[in-house]
């Protein structure tokens, strides 16, 4: 059975000129190795990949989900990260990172969580800002930073940073200050300071402050070495105390006071200053203050209330008037303020008044939280996400609210923003793995604090593209044109077939594909003959070497709260292609949203996509007939040499916070099928290669091949009105059929499992599942092995884009923004509706898990299925839920418009999705859920990088 599994492998090898078919042009010659003995052949291969590794080839992990080999990346550049290496305790610092090379790149910080508060450490970039921990010996900061570049080169860096306690005498600066002196009233003294910081540190900081006595009227700044002060006027000779306090760039500080005496030499009364009697009163409670003052030789210019510390924060109202008052605070214990009136006369004196209110506790009934979320739930590597919290105080005391982010082992570090008004959001930093991050809200009234513990899901993005340069240094790396060919030229995949030939890592495995496989496991005409019609397409050993995993590997995050129903119309036509004359995307933008729909799709075929011509229909004026057959656009005429642009262009322009028009194109072959390619940069023309009749393997080699160097990586497939395309089944149906027809009996191809999504039910105003194999097109491919949600075509030529008597698509999402209405397409998370009941709005789940997803059960296990039909005021008369499983097996039922029931899983039921009916007519349907074996949850799915315009880049047609 070996040798004939190897037999069978070589053939596919040499059959498909698998070199040529992973893109390495011209080498050609190893076909004649299918004139060889079997041995020969197998040995021929294993030696012309052998010349190929030595010459460079090496391995890649081939998941979506996982990263390069290390082994095969360059060492990493050295980062520079600059800041200070000894600092005081509680001081705040900043460190920046130096990179070599000025490209774009995601930064990773790594520290201590243990030693560092997380709360006080604020991520940017290259910058990481932290307060130092408060220490009463030396302490060991470690620091690292990792940069990755958008061509997947690596630079790392590293910082230690000593923490030494803020009372260290032996580092403090080193200062010199004025001497005590004297002046008379109204003096201007002049203040100094000298101040060295050591260890090469530099001075920070200077402040100036009076300490003591009688008010002195600052002239200078007070953050400078020289401190200018006017004297106060006195009575009597008074003695004043100014203080100087110099921080250096470690944190590290030292202090000096200067004793002024001030002589009274000046013939001027004070102001006379009352700031009434002392009071008691409750806490909360607002406290009215009474203030007197005057002058006898002149008149009063200005008075001022001030609060003194610890209670400095606390506002006075109208705080420049002698009648004022403040609202005192929630205390726990009885708490005295100290209050100061302070009043000048028109020669420039002041004098002051004391005044002590208490603050009596009361019993103080603690405030609620009553609701506190994160907005979105599931949010992405990178964005910033809103906390959003509602609290309430039975007392009516102010609250505070505070967030602070519970830190796992190993756990990426939010950057918390919030403000004393409650209004907080927090930054996720470039995620290299997906988490569950935890914050915990504090809510206080002062006196009692409420908290309340909330988490969220935060998901990594795919990695970035590698640029044209980083392919040629690693031309074998993830996303480069030759990564296909990496497990091919893999020795550990070759070694892994020894000893046992099925083991899924042997290379032989991965090439044979399903169909073989099938054939091997369990030989019959059937499987067997698929195998036979397979390995006679030359596509079918590229539709099994790819990087993506297959859907089923992970499975989409998704929250509750965070996502929403978006409805909109797919597949528009406009004289671009074949649709009506003079029309453009445009004109189906704006229709549509003028309908009230959240979204458009357009994909206009890319059959002439690149030529100025039209094949459009309706009525044509004959002035007009260039505008109808070549321009398209009399308003726009240039605009028919770049129509893929030009509706990228419309697309954006037509787009805003409320609607999303995106572009796609239809690839059009009346053998195979057709079929939509939406958010791809490039487009491929089935007319202009082998994939109109001979073979898909053109396209699927395109939508493998990097977008970046002219494929459709970026792209996502669904396929159109099945069975409608039959230009050679209709000949040879009666001589068992045309085994290109349906795309090649929706042959299942690993490479392009990923992003292929969908599968229209509805269109053109019809019901197309019902004429499938078995009764259900869309069970017929999800049997194949595909992992298709249902959609609602409009497939429109007309200009009615957008009417209700046209069929719908539903995703559920984020919002209807481009990116997230990708990844509700990409999550299989849509559904579709029929025409004349666009209204309805379709809920599915099992054990409480969204459709699109993909759970893991073991056998016997007890499944809860939900269902649940809103139909917004579109009349229903009869509707009725159809539970569907392989083969289109009507698993369960039940009339009515809500569902509950129980599934007993077992091994051969690897999917369910709801039918919709109205009497005995679909009316809806659900994207599956797709069960397997296992007890451990499936990894979530990462998301893609951020979409970005790229207009500019021409088209391969």
Not at 49 to 74: H, I, K, M, R, Y
Not at 91 to 116: C, I, V, Y
Not at 145 to 156: A, F, H, N, P, W
Not at 548 to 567: M, T
């Amino acid at each position: 059975m070996q040798v004939i599994f190897l037999e069978v492998v070589s053939l596919l090898l040499i059959h498909a000129n698998v070199m040529d078919i992973c893109y390495l042009r011209g080498l050609n010659s190893i076909a004649a190795a299918k004139f060889m003995n079997p041995f020969l052949r197998l040995a021929s291969l294993l030696f012309y990949f052998g010349l190929l590794t030595a010459c460079g080839g090496n391995s890649v992990n081939t998941s979506e989900q996982s990263s390069s080999d290390d082994s095969s990346q360059p060492d990493p550049s050295q980062l520079t990260i600059t800041g200070g290496d000894e600092i005081a305790s509680n001081s705040q610092h900043t460190l920046r990172a130096t990179p070599e090379a000025n490209t774009s790149g995601t930064w990773q910080w790594q520290f201590d969580s243990a030693l560092l508060d997380v709360n006080l450490v604020e991520m940017d970039g290259d910058r990481l800002s932290y307060v130092a921990p408060d220490v009463n010996q030396t302490t060991e900061l470690n620091f690292s930073l990792e940069r990755v570049l958008s061509g997947g080169q690596v630079e790392v860096g590293s910082k230690k940073v000593t923490v030494f306690p803020e009372d260290d005498v032996t580092k403090q600066p080193q200062i010199t200050s004025s001497e005590d002196t004297s002046g008379n009233e109204a003096d201007e003294i002049q203040l100094s300071v000298q101040a060295l910081a050591q260890s090469g540190r530099s001075i920070r900081s200077v402040k100036w402050q009076q300490k003591s006595g009688p008010v002195a009227q600052v002239i200078s700044v007070d953050d400078q070495d020289v401190f200018v002060i006017q004297l106060p006027q006195v009575e009597t000779d008074q003695v004043i105390v100014v203080t100087v306090l110099v921080q250096d760039s470690g944190g590290f500080a030292a202090s000096a006071e200067i004793e002024i005496q001030v002589f009274d030499t000046l013939d001027n009364q004070l102001p006379e200053v009352e700031a009434g009697a002392d009071q008691e009163v409750m806490a909360n409670e607002l406290v009215y203050l009474e203030g007197m003052a005057s002058d006898g030789d002149g008149e009063v210019s200005a008075v001022f209330w001030e609060i003194l510390a610890p209670y400095a924060e606390l506002e006075v109202n109208q705080a420049d008037t002698l009648t004022a008052n403040f609202t005192a605070p929630n205390v726990t214990n009885d708490v005295d303020l100290q209050l100061r009136l302070t009043a000048f006369d028109d020669a420039g004196a002041s004098a002051s008044d004391m005044l002590t209110i208490r603050v009596l506790a009361v019993e103080n009934q603690p405030p609620f939280i009553k609701d506190a979320y994160v907005d979105p739930g599931v949010a992405y590597s990178g964005e910033t996400i809103q906390l959003v919290a509602v609290g309430q105080d039975p007392d009516g005391n102010a609250l505070t609210y505070e967030w602070h982010q519970m830190v796992g082992d190993e756990q990426a570090l939010l950057t918390i923003h919030q403000d004393i008004d409650g209004n907080a959001s927090a930054s996720l930093p470039i995620l290299s793995k997906n988490e569950v991050f935890e914050l915990e809200l504090l809510l206080s009234d002062g006196v009692s604090t409420a908290s309340k513990l909330v988490s969220f899901q935060g998901v990594a993005r795919n990695a970035a593209a590698p640029d044209p340069l980083s392919c040629l240094l690693q031309p074998m790396a993830s996303g480069c044109p030759l990564a296909p060919l990496a497990p091919v030229l893999d020795p550990d995949a070759f070694v892994a077939c020894t000893g046992d030939i099925a083991n899924t890592e042997c290379i032989f495995v991965q090439i044979a594909g399903p169909a073989v496989l099938a054939c091997i496991d369990n030989p019959s005409p059937q499987t067997c003959g698929t195998a036979l019609t397979s390995i006679t397409d030359p596509s079918y050993v590229l539709e099994q070497l790819g990087e993506e995993d297959s859907a089923g590997s992970c499975n989409p995050a998704y929250d509750d709260n965070s996502f929403e129903h978006y409805a909109g119309a797919l597949h528009e036509h406009t004289a671009y292609s074949d649709g009506t004359f003079l029309t453009r995307p445009a004109d189906v933008y704006a229709r549509v949203k003028a309908s009230g729909l959240d979204f458009v799709g357009s994909s206009d075929h890319s059959d002439n996509m690149g030529l100025p011509l039209s094949v459009g229909r309706g009525d044509c004026a004959p002035e007009e007939f260039f505008d109808c057959f070549l321009f398209v656009d009399p308003d726009n005429r240039s605009d028919a040499f770049v129509k893929w642009q030009a509706t990228q262009e419309q697309a954006l322009a037509a787009s805003d916070e409320t609607f999303t028009a995106f572009r796609g194109f239809e690839w059009t072959s009346d053998r195979f099928g057709h079929a939509n390619v939406f958010f791809s940069r490039n487009i491929i023309n089935a007319k202009t290669g082998p994939g109109y009749a001979v073979s898909m393997v053109r396209f699927w080699e395109w939508f493998s091949y990097p977008a970046q160097f002219g494929g459709g990586s970026d792209g996502l497939l669904s396929f159109n009105h099945p069975g409608r395309e039959d230009a050679i089944e209709s000949f040879v149906e009666y001589f068992g059929g045309d085994p290109g027809f349906t795309f090649n009996d929706f042959r299942y191809v690993p490479a392009a499992d990923y992003r292929t999504v969908g599968i229209e039910v509805f269109g053109k105003g019809s019901e197309y599942d019902s004429d499938g194999p078995g009764g259900s097109w869309l069970s017929y491919a999800l049997d194949k092995g595909w992992y298709l949600a249902p959609v609602g075509s409009e497939d429109h030529h007309d200009t009615r884009w957008g009417d209700g008597d046209l069929p719908k698509t539903v995703f559920i999402a984020r919002s209807n923004s481009r990116d997230d209405l990708r990844e509700a397409m990409l999550a299989r998370r849509f559904y579709a509706v029929a025409q004349n009941y666009n209204d309805i709005r379709l809920d599915f789940s099992v054990d409480n898990h969204v459709m699109g997803s993909r759970l893991r059960r073991t056998v016997g296990t007890e499944l809860l299925v939900k269902a649940s039909m809103l139909s917004n005021g579109t009349l229903v008369t009869a509707p009725r839920f159809e539970l569907i499983g392989p083969d289109n097996t009507v698993l369960d039922s039940s009339a009515g418009s809500t569902w509950e029931t129980r599934l007993g899983f077992s091994s051969d039921v690897k999917y369910v999705f709801l039918r919709v009916l109205d009497g005995d007519r679909p009316i809806a349907f659900s994207a599956p859920i797709w069960l397997q074996e296992g007890t451990e949850p499936l990894p979530q799915c990462f998301v893609p990088q951020v979409w970005t315009d790229e207009s500019m880049v021409l088209p391969v047609l």
